[in-house]
C-alpha cells in the first residue's frame, strides 16, 4: 500500500488520509510495525519484568492519536526471524503494557471522585459555618477567611467534576481502543 503523508493530504479531509493510510476494508484500522530493524526488547529489562522497547510505544501512541477511538484498532508486527514463543511475549507484553495504562487512569478517577466529595463537604462545612456566623457575628476578617475557604474548597471540587475526570474519562476511552 502506498502510504501518503499528512502534508501530501493537507487539502484533503483527515477521513481521506486515514483511509488511504490506516483502515481497512472492514471497516477497522490497521497499524504495521516493523520489528526488523529496531531492539524488540528495552535492553535494559530483565527477566520477568522484561518489556518492550519503548520506541515501539511510542509509535503505536503516536499513529493511533490521528484514529477515532470509535474505529477498531489492529497492530499487526512483522519480523522475519520470530519464533512462536517470541510472538507470544511481543502480544502479552504489548497488552501488558496497555493494560497497566488503563489501570493506571482509573486509579486516578477513583482517586479524583475520592478528592471531589473530600473538597464538597469541606467547603459545604465551611459555606454553612460562614452563613451562621454571618448571622451572629461582626468579625469580617474570620468571616472573610471562611466564605475564601469555602469557594477555594468548592472551585477546586467542581476543577475536578468538570475538567479533569472529564480529561481521564477520554484517557481511558482512548486506551480501551489499544
Same mark, same amino acid.
Given at each position: 500500500?502506498?502510504?501518503?503523508t499528512?502534508?501530501?493530504?493537507?487539502e484533503?479531509?483527515l477521513p481521506?488520509?486515514l483511509?488511504?493510510?490506516? #483502515?481497512?476494508? *472492514?471497516?477497522a484500522a %490497521? @497499524?504495521?510495525?516493523?520489528?526488523?530493524s529496531?531492539?524488540i /526488547?528495552?535492553?535494559? +529489562?530483565?527477566?520477568?519484568g522484561?518489556?518492550?522497547n519503548q520506541?515501539i510505544?511510542? #509509535?503505536?501512541? *503516536?499513529?493511533?492519536? %490521528? @484514529?477515532?477511538?470509535?474505529?477498531?484498532l489492529?497492530i499487526r /508486527?512483522h519480523a522475519a +526471524?520470530?519464533?512462536?514463543?517470541?510472538?507470544?511475549?511481543i502480544?502479552n507484553?504489548?497488552r501488558?503494557?496497555y493494560?497497566?495504562?488503563?489501570y493506571?487512569?482509573?486509579?486516578?478517577h477513583r482517586q479524583n471522585?475520592?478528592r471531589f466529595?473530600?473538597?464538597t463537604?469541606?467547603g459545604a462545612?465551611?459555606?454553612?459555618l460562614?452563613?451562621y456566623?454571618?448571622?451572629?457575628?461582626?468579625d469580617?476578617?474570620?468571616l472573610?477567611?471562611l466564605s475564601t475557604?469555602?469557594?477555594?474548597?468548592?472551585?477546586?471540587a467542581?476543577?475536578?467534576l468538570l475538567?479533569?475526570?472529564?480529561?481521564v474519562?477520554?484517557?481511558?476511552h482512548?486506551?480501551?481502543q489499544?
Amino acid at each position: 500500500m502506498n502510504k501518503h503523508t499528512y502534508k501530501e493530504t493537507r487539502e484533503e479531509s483527515l477521513p481521506a488520509y486515514l483511509k488511504a493510510n490506516y #483502515l481497512q476494508p *472492514d471497516g477497522a484500522a %490497521l @497499524i504495521e510495525i516493523d520489528l526488523s530493524s529496531t531492539d524488540i /526488547f528495552n535492553p535494559l +529489562s530483565y527477566g520477568k519484568g522484561r518489556t518492550l522497547n519503548q520506541d515501539i510505544f511510542d #509509535l503505536i501512541d *503516536d499513529e493511533s492519536n %490521528l @484514529i477515532p477511538a470509535t474505529i477498531p484498532l489492529h497492530i499487526r /508486527f512483522h519480523a522475519a +526471524s520470530l519464533t512462536s514463543d517470541q510472538k507470544d511475549e511481543i502480544e502479552n507484553l504489548y497488552r501488558e503494557h496497555y493494560q497497566a495504562l488503563v489501570y493506571d487512569q482509573e486509579w486516578d478517577h477513583r482517586q479524583n471522585r475520592f478528592r471531589f466529595w473530600r473538597l464538597t463537604i469541606v467547603g459545604a462545612v465551611l459555606m454553612a459555618l460562614y452563613i451562621y456566623f454571618s448571622v451572629s457575628a461582626e468579625d469580617s476578617i474570620g468571616l472573610e477567611v471562611l466564605s475564601t475557604l469555602a469557594s477555594v474548597a468548592l472551585w477546586l471540587a467542581a476543577e475536578i467534576l468538570l475538567v479533569t475526570n472529564r480529561d481521564v474519562r477520554i484517557a481511558i476511552h482512548n486506551l480501551h481502543q489499544l
